[in-house]
């Protein structure tokens, strides 16, 4: 027996259903039969089978799920909250295909999350920026001078900033920080302080995600859906977050101390 003849046996009657009401205690064949409307020997046939492939074993009178069949459980389930949220990854393959198994285990999390709007989400991702104290993660395509300027007064306050932007919108990212910090009357100090506190990488995503502080996370899986989810649920910010560094690491450095430099000479401070 191998692999697939496991998958084969758990499409058959029933046999979802004993994992699922498994999970909790041990349970004799009477008992499943009874909770799963499946005849009493149907009941028996399968717990047998599942105990040849090592998802159960017998306790006294009763089965329970091994360790290999709570893995298992947990793997239908990751399915079910895939199947959920498909609508928002359905086009997304390529994305997909490179995120780790660890990421797409955690659908789950999506529940955890109010569903907001674009416009009702940026609205409650500005105010989460503008009294941010920490740090602020973002992938986004926005590109606009006003919430570039809250973006650079946090970071005079010590806030850290890391963005990942994309191909298509980092030449107007660059262009609209740049005319900000010319717009802004600081000292040479002052712009090394948002130097050293900015850092913006390039790597192109179907998504756009903020994170601030790690108490606060909004995330929309797909920029072409009008679907932004939204929590302060510690597991979703920790989710999202996760996701966050995993794409850092494989994004490009956009230099955006140097346009800080670019600032300071043409003001004369250098």
């Not at 302080?193 to 900015?198: F, G, L, N």
């Not at 989710?239 to 450095?253: A, N």
């Amino acid at each position: 027996m191998d692999a697939k003849d496991l998958i084969r046996e758990l499409s058959q009657q029933g046999r979802i259903e004993i994992l699922r009401n498994l999970r909790g205690s041990p349970r004799s064949p009477s008992e499943l039969s009874k909770m799963d409307g499946l005849t009493l020997s149907t009941a028996s046939r399968a717990l047998n089978r599942l105990s040849e492939f090592g998802v159960v074993e017998r306790d006294d009178h009763r089965c329970r799920l091994t360790g290999f069949g709570v893995a298992i459980e947990k793997i239908l389930s990751v399915i079910e909250h895939l199947y959920e949220y498909r609508e928002d990854i359905m086009a997304l393959q390529d994305f997909i295909a490179i995120l780790p198994p660890g990421f797409v285990a955690g659908f789950h999390n999506l529940r955890k999350a109010k569903v907001m709007s674009l416009e009702e989400a940026f609205e409650v991702g500005v105010e989460k920026i503008a009294s941010s104290k920490r740090y602020g993660l973002y992938i986004d395509k926005v590109i606009s001078h006003d919430l570039y300027r809250v973006m650079a007064e946090r970071n005079l306050a010590g806030v850290e900033e890391r963005a990942i932007s994309n191909h298509a919108t980092i030449h107007g990212r660059a262009n609209t920080f740049k005319k900000v910090l010319m717009d802004m009357d600081l000292t040479a100090e002052e712009y090394d302080t948002i130097a050293s506190k900015v850092r913006v990488r390039v790597f192109d995503t179907p998504i756009q995600l903020g994170i601030i502080d790690g108490e606060f996370a909004l995330l929309q899986l797909n920029d072409t859906l009008d679907r932004f989810y939204v929590s302060d649920d510690r597991d979703f910010v920790r989710w999202c977050e996760y996701l966050f560094w995993y794409l850092w690491e494989r994004s490009e450095d956009a230099n955006f101390p140097k346009i800080v430099e670019e600032v300071k000479a043409e003001k004369g401070l250098v």
